[in-house]
Nanobody, 115 residues
Framework: VQLQASGGGLVQAGGSLRLSCVASGSFPTNALMGWYRHTPGQQRELVARITSGGTTTYGDSVEDRCTISRDNRKNTVYLEMNSLKPEDTAVYYC??????????WGQGTQVTVSS
């Protein structure tokens, strides 16, 4: 399984970005997909995750500012981020997993929010 993330970049505070992640290879259709982020010196944290049925969970730091969605036909997960803050600056990673069974990470995409 390979995960290809895209959509990161430099944006001013208050701006928006849309991240995309395409999964390729063979995996169960009921796999969870999600976005995590990492900044130096911090643990990787959940941004948002979504089940194949569309149930979503958001991390506390981004709730109400992000929307995760998924197109199962395209094996793609999206993350729409609004009202971005400098503290949202991080490398964002796509994840495809089933707890205790399998776990795949994408290569990460840098998001930088300038003040």
């Amino acid at each position: 399984v390979q995960l290809q993330a895209s959509g990161g970049g430099l944006v001013q505070a208050g701006g928006s970005l849309r991240l995309s992640c395409v999964a390729s290879g063979s995996f169960p259709t009921n796999a969870l997909m999600g976005w995590y982020r990492h900044t130096p010196g911090q643990q990787r944290e959940l941004v948002a995750r979504i089940t194949s049925g569309g149930t979503t969970t958001y991390g506390d730091s981004v709730e109400d500012r992000c929307t995760i969605s998924r197109d199962n036909r395209k094996n793609t997960v999206y993350l729409e981020m609004n009202s971005l803050k400098p503290e949202d600056t991080a490398v964002y990673y796509c994840r495809l997993y089933s707890p205790g069974r399998y776990n795949y990470w994408g290569q990460g995409t840098q998001v930088t929010v300038s003040s």
